[in-house]
C-alpha cells in the first residue's frame, strides 16, 4: 500500500524542485553544498505555503542569513524600509525577521496587525544602551534641545523624543532642527553621534550632545587595516557603515546606512568592492552583483543570526506568546509621533 505523505511535507519532486530554485537564487553561489539545499529547502516549501494560508508576510533585514533572505522573505531592506513595507501591505500577519526593536518599529505602524518575532530573544547593543528614564535625564538637562534618536531604539525610548532618524536621512533631519535650534541631543549611538558631528561641523558637547551607545558588530573594525587591505587589493573600493568609528570613516571611500552602500555598489564601476558591517550585506551583495568581487571584513551580529528557517516556522505554524510583539497603546501613539515627524522631515510623508 502507497504511504500517504503528510500534508505539510514536500513530495520528493516539490523538494527537488525548491533545492534548485534555491539554488538558483544564489544559495548555490554562496558555496551551499546539496544537503544544505536539501535542509532549506524542506523548510522553505512549508513556509512558503504556510505564509499564503496565513495570509502572512515576510520582511527580512539584510543581515539575515542567506536562506532566509533568499528563500522565504517578501521584501529585504534596512528597518526603516521594512517597517513602511510592512505597514503598506495586504497581509494579517507580519513574521518580522530582524530584531526587536524593528519589530516593535513594525507594530507601531501596524498596529491592527499581528507582528510575529520568530526569535524572541534577539536584542541589539544600541538599543539595549539607553532606557526611557534615560532619556528624561537628557532632556532635564538640556531642556530646549530637540531629541533625536536613532530607529535602533526601544518603543519606550522613542515614545521619549522629538524625532526619529535613520542612518540614511540623520544629516538632512538635523540640519533642519539646526535652522531653529542651536543644540541638539543625538542618541544612542555614539559612533554616528560623533560621524554626524564631523559632517555638519558641529562639535560634540556644546552644539550636539551624543549618548555613549554602541554596536558591538560595528564599533571594533580596525582602521589601520584599511591601508593593508588597499595595497593587497589595489583598486578595491571600501564602504563603511555609519556605525563604524570616525577612525574607520575617515579613510574610507563612502560611509552610509546598509541601503546607501548597496546603492553606491550599483552605481560604481569598480571591479572590487570592501563592505565594512555585519557578514549578511555581502552575502546579498554577491548575489546581486555577480560580476564584482567582493573582499571579506566583516563581522556576525548574534541578534541578527537567532534568527533560523526553523523559528520562522515554529512562528506562523504556532507562535507562542513571546514572539508575539505588543507595545502599549500609550507607548505606540507617542512613538508614532516622532516617527511621523522623521516621515515629515526626509520629505518622506508617503512613507507614512
Ligand atoms: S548589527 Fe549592531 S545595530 Fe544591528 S542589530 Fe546587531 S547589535 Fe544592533
Redesign the pocket.
Known sequence: MALIRAAAEPSASELEHEAARLADKGLAGLGYRDEELERAARLTWRINRLKKEKNAVIPAHV?QRPEILLGVADFVGDSYKLAKLGAASDAKTIVFCG?RFMAETAKILSPDKEVLLPAPEAG????ESITAADVRGLKKKHPGAPVVVYI?TTAAVKAECDVVVTSANAPKILRKLYEKHEKAIFAPDAMMGKNLAKELGKTIGKDLIIWEGS????DNFDAASVEFYRKMYPGVKILAHF?CTPALTSVVDYIGGTGDMMKWVADHKASSYMLIT?CGLGDLARTKFPDKAFVPMCRL?P??KAVTLERVLSALESPSASQRVEVPAAVAARALRPIERMFELADDKAAA
Open positions: 543581515y530584531v541589539c547593543s544600541l538599543s535602533n554596536c558591538i558588530v560595528h556605525e555585519e551580529c541578534h541578527m
